[in-house]
């Protein structure tokens, strides 16, 4: 596997199919996987590594953001991978004259949340697609805004990248994998669980209309309250615009967002009609 630290260093081979991952580190299973995926379908596998300054907000964890890029480096080879692109700051950024901002799809939930989140996340994507010019681009489920709003960016801007979207990996006990969850006490540990458990009750009571959707949604943010967690949103979406919906006519998803001590984790869970 190449490391290459600066942008001249890419050199794009047209005669081979290239799979990308963009990601910020700190590697986890789920991480790995979109890596062998990625593997699996080209000649060359791609990884960006880079903590994206433009995509956290004030106050929120960009300084204290995990960090190891001889571990992460390990772990990429043993997934296959050919190329990690790690640059830094100043490759990435030498000047910041030019946003992308994706409207419609940013609006709520984690773009209402975190203002500017996704304007650094467009602007950060489309930076490393010209630069890595991939056939195809990796990205996992678990960010499920992100997916669409990428998706967005890509139709609108004609971008050339097949996108594709990719189950989310979960610890045995139904934790979603994130490099945040280093973050988490034992105690919070032991609690985040119920996060994953909470949509699967929220999508067993959608399905046999156990109660209305709203009542539902209520009862699982205040258990989630009792248990110690803060919900900054829990909502049935449809999976398209990501509105909220109260009947399941559509493809749909259930959405949260919720702090646990200082530690902030997002989850979903799709409801596929033609899957029911
Ligand atoms: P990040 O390093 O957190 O920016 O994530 C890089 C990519 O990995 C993004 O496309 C994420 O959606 C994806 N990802 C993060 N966690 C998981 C997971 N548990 N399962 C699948 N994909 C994930």
């Not at 794009?12 to 991952?21: A, C, I, P, T, Y």
Request: aromatic content about 6%; proline content about 4%.
């Amino acid at each position: 596997m190449k490391i290459v630290r600066s942008i001249a260093e890419l050199k794009r081979d047209h005669s081979v199919s290239l799979g990308f991952v963009p990601t910020m580190g700190a590697f986890h299973e789920g991480h790995l996987s979109l890596m062998r995926v990625a593997k699996s379908h080209h000649d060359v596998a791609a990884v960006s590594l880079f903590v994206n300054p433009t995509q956290f907000g004030q106050g929120e964890d960009f300084e204290r953001y995990p960090r190891n890029l001889d571990r992460d480096a390990e772990m990429a080879e043993s997934a296959g991978v050919d190329i990690l692109f790690a640059p830094d700051v100043s490759q990435m950024y030498p000047r910041k004259t030019t946003e992308i901002q994706v409207s419609g799809v940013t609006e709520r939930w984690e773009g209402g949340h975190r203002p500017g989140h996704f304007t650094g996340v467009a602007t950060v994507v489309a930076k490393l697609f010209n630069i890595v010019q991939p056939t195809a681009a990796y990205f996992g489920q678990k960010d499920l805004q992100q997916c669409l709003v990428i998706q967005r960016m890509v139709a609108d801007l004609n971008l050339p990248v097949e996108l594709k979207f990719e189950e989310t990996v979960r610890e045995s006990d139904g934790l979603a994998m994130s490099s945040r969850n280093v973050y988490l006490s034992d105690s919070n540990r032991a609690i985040a669980p119920n996060l994953y458990q909470e949509l699967k009750n929220i999508r067993d009571g959608v399905l046999v209309k156990s109660a209305s959707v709203d009542s539902l949604l209520s009862s699982a943010i205040n258990r989630l309250n009792a248990v110690g967690f803060t919900v900054d949103y829990l909502e049935l979406v449809d999976l398209d615009t990501m509105a909220p919906i109260r009947d399941l006519e559509q493809d749909a998803a259930i959405i949260v967002a919720a702090r646990l001590g200082s530690t902030r984790l997002i989850d979903n869970l799709r409801i596929l009609l033609n899957s029911l």
